[in-house]
């Protein structure tokens, strides 16, 4: 499949952080960011850390043993997000981007694969 062509007629994107957020907040800002975005709004690049180390579970493996007392002894905060997949160790050598893009935005196809196919590029 050809590279895929961004049209010069696209909205740049409105970009946020980095910045070293609360666990909890990094891991709802980009959730509240897409709540809140409406069809012809810019995309938005979202780029953050955590402030504390965290252990970010995925809802997608269900509970995933882990010992609460220990992270709390290592000063690793537990979160939950809402998208799937399994446990991430985020502190701030872990640099996150998430990329918000409006309803109907041209790079956000329902195919999954394809949704990523240009960020993938890009990178």
């Known amino acids: 499949m050809p590279p895929t062509r961004l049209s010069a007629s696209l909205p740049t994107f409105r970009r946020l952080g980095p910045a070293a957020l609360p666990p909890e907040e990094a891991v709802a ?9 409406r069809p012809g709004d810019a995309p938005i690049a979202s780029w ?3 402030a504390v180390p965290a252990l970010v579970l995925g809802r997608g493996v269900g509970a995933p043993p882990v010992d609460r007392d220990a992270a709390r002894a290592a000063g690793v905060s537990l979160v939950r997000r809402t998208s799937g997949g399994g446990p991430v160790l985020w502190d701030s050598g872990l640099v996150a981007l ?3 893009l409006p309803p109907h935005h041209p790079l956000a196809p ?3 694969v ?5 960020l993938g590029e890009a990178i």
């Open 110 to 112: 329902a195919d999954v």
């Open 48 to 50: 953050s850390t955590t």
């Open 29 to 37: 800002r980009p959730v509240g960011l897409l709540r809140a975005l």
């Open 114 to 118: 394809e949704a990523y196919r240009w």
């Open 98 to 100: 998430d990329v918000i």
